[in-house]
């Protein structure tokens, strides 16, 4: 059993940073591939980045230079870094986390970023 929470979001302006955690709970070794995605209103769903447990890391190309993944195996987190933010990067960002072999198993409840002037 695995629980996963994001926090971070806030109320920032165009050109703001904000870093995002995500902290996993429970049998949280089960998770190998640990991922940030978000959905603004209106629109689907998209990926952002994930990483491994050692370290490996995969951007979508649109987020490559302004949003770097991170995790702090110790305190069974991982961060999402948003630099350069712009008002189109308004959503709710989740965490989800996947085991060795499989497709995402356990999404957190998502935290809200709101970028406005």
């Known amino acids: 059993q695995v629980q996963l929470v994001e926090s971070g979001g806030a109320l920032v302006q165009p050109g703001g940073s904000l870093r995002l955690s995500c902290a996993a709970s429970?049998?949280?070794?089960?998770?190998?591939?640990t991922s940030w995605h978000r959905q603004a209103p209106g629109k689907q769903r998209e990926f952002i980045a994930d990483i491994t447990r050692i370290g490996s890391t995969n951007y979508a190309d649109s987020m490559k230079g302004r949003f770097t993944i991170s995790r702090d195996n110790a305190k069974n987190t991982v961060y999402l870094q948003m630099n350069s933010l712009k008002t189109e990067d308004t959503a709710v960002y989740y965490c989800a986390g996947a085991e060795v072999g499989h497709t995402i198993n356990y999404w957190g409840q998502g935290t809200q970023v709101t970028v406005s002037s």
């Open positions: 429970g049998h949280r070794l089960s998770i190998w591939r």
